[in-house]
């Protein structure tokens, strides 16, 4: 089964932001390393390309943030690997945008600095959580320069950009423009009083900065003023038509969840506009166009090409996997909040292009893992974060169960200390592990560590045994291969009690005294079922 296996921010001045963030091209990642189980597609198989969202590499990941994107891909691709396809899982560290920047002005620290601190700690909980990435990379190197420039040059070059001055929040104090990110203020839609200017994170809505109500610098304190500055803007509704094509076919084909559908049929709906794809910062890939030299790109527009020049890290012939649309199926993984970058921005900035790439077929999205009745919090200590399952003592295998158990696929979930406790207790212990004991504990006892042969006696009984998980085989492949995860491990477990049931029902440890042959099919039958 494969489960096993808001901090204050000083007040800074504009040469410290400057400071923070060298110049991109100075400090790219090496992320090449060789790959002895390099695997590219097959023609003929089923080659299935597996992503989790890139995860910020400007915090600790915590369970919400694990179950949502990493363990989730892991679990389904480990479940592909079983099944003898040709699958590869990529993921890695987020690591350009306004979100780096400030953390690197809280902690004192370079960008670079804070990149490399956290993309450490972000590969440590990974490696301890037992996910199986193909690669786990980072996007700050010369493949994502490259690539992002291409994908750019082939959209303006198609006529999909265009160019517009822009109101822009811009503060007098810092003698800078302020990013999204910088700027704090009260949600124009649902009041919430510390919505971002580029999300709210209270009513989830994408916003601008100029929209926020008594917007605030977030590093200074003080009030920014309007000025406009010119930026380039990838024309979504030139490439609607395109966009809503793929959306119908891919979805009716390959199963998108509902909560996916939901968010992109509303932006479809209320119409595509443009949407700006550069910034002025200084940390992220730079824009190659005259004129725009000084900006780098919008972290949303660069952010997702990332999977796949992090596959252009994993092997040179990133290509066979990305621009291979036959042979090639490709399968996300992320949280809710990601889905509108995932399904409009990036499938219609690979459209532009004009070039056959992998779209995306399925996608799997998970809602808000909560804990015990409130959201996750490190500046509050509210939660457990990845370094704290860690240290608790608990065995990995014990994590990874009870998150997969409770992933919330169509609604919230809650994690609680208690229900962990009750689900180790009563289904790894009682049902599962008990099981699975007493299967090989009896090999190991009456067969000297081997199963045995069956043989005629018996044989009704282990017939019956086959007959009832027989069908819920099926079922469990049949959800696993939906993603429907919850419902495969209740499956799984179900088909556990069935063991426990044959055992108990048939009781090999009485047959071993008078009837050897029998006790042989029965503690076969078990081991098989193993």
Request: charged share 25%; with cysteine.
């Amino acid at each position: 089964f494969f489960f096993f296996s808001a901090i204050p921010i000083k007040m800074a001045e504009s040469k410290e932001i400057d400071g923070i963030c060298e110049q991109v091209g100075k400090v790219e990642v090496s992320d090449s390393k060789p790959n002895p189980a390099l695997k590219l597609p097959i023609p003929g198989q089923r080659n299935i390309l597996i992503t989790s969202a890139l995860p910020y590499v400007n915090n600790v990941p915590h369970l919400g943030n694990i179950i949502g994107c990493v363990l989730s891909a892991d679990c389904y691709a480990r479940f592909c690997r079983s099944r003898g396809h040709n699958c590869i899982y990529v993921c890695g560290t987020d690591e350009y945008g306004t979100a780096t920047e400030t953390k690197a002005l809280e902690e004192g620290l370079t960008c670079q600095e804070i990149c490399d601190k956290y993309h450490a700690i972000h590969r440590e909980i990974y490696e301890w959580f037992d996910i199986a990435f193909d690669k786990f990379g980072r996007t700050p190197t010369s493949q994502q320069t490259q690539i992002a420039q291409d994908i750019f040059w082939k959209n303006e070059n198609n006529g999909n950009l265009a160019e517009q001055e822009m109101q822009q929040l811009y503060s007098e104090k810092l003698e800078m423009f302020l990013a999204d990110r910088y700027v704090v203020g009260i949600c124009p839609k649902c009041k919430y009083e510390d919505a971002r200017g580029d999300q709210c994170d209270a009513c989830g809505n994408l916003l601008n900065p100029t929209e926020l109500i008594n917007a605030k610098c977030k590093f200074s304190g003080t009030t920014p003023v309007v000025r406009s500055t010119k930026h380039l803007f990838l024309d979504l509704p030139k490439l609607s038509d395109q966009l809503q094509a793929y959306i119908d076919n891919t979805s009716r084909l390959g199963g998108w969840t509902n909560n996916c559908l939901q968010v992109t049929n509303a932006w479809m709906r209320d119409g595509l506009k443009l949407r700006c794809i550069t910034r002025d910062l200084k940390w992220g890939t730079p824009v190659p166009k005259e004129g725009f030299t000084n900006k780098v790109f919008y972290v949303w527009f660069d952010a997702p090409i990332g999977y796949i020049s992090i596959t252009a890290n994993y092997t040179d012939e990133w290509e066979q996997w990305w621009k291979n649309p036959k042979d090639v199926e490709l399968v996300q993984f992320m949280g809710k909040d990601n889905v509108p970058f995932h399904t409009v921005i990036f499938p219609a900035s690979l459209i532009g292009t004009g070039e056959q790439w992998t779209m995306m077929k399925n996608i799997s999205v998970t809602e808000y893992l909560n804990y015990e009745g409130g959201k996750f919090s490190k500046s509050r200590g509210t939660g457990v974060f990845g370094n704290d399952a860690k240290e608790t003592g608990i065995p990995v295998e014990v994590w990874r169960y009870y998150l997969l158990s409770i992933r919330p696929e169509l609604s919230d979930t809650d994690f609680k200390w208690t229900d962990l406790a009750a689900k180790c207790n009563t289904e790894l212990l009682a049902n599962l592990g008990n099981f699975v004991n007493r299967a090989l504990m009896f090999v190991a006892k009456f067969f000297e560590g081997k199963v045995p042969i069956p043989t005629e006696s018996g044989l009704d009984a282990v017939r019956e045994l086959g007959a009832a998980i027989a069908p819920k085989v099926e079922e469990y492949l049949a959800a696993m291969e939906k993603i429907k995860i919850k419902e495969g491990i209740r499956l799984a477990m179900a088909i556990s009690a069935d063991g426990n049931k044959f055992l108990q029902d048939n009781k090999p440890w009485v047959a071993v005294k008078t009837d050897k042959d029998l006790c042989a099919t029965l503690v076969a039958g078990g081991g098989g079922l193993v």
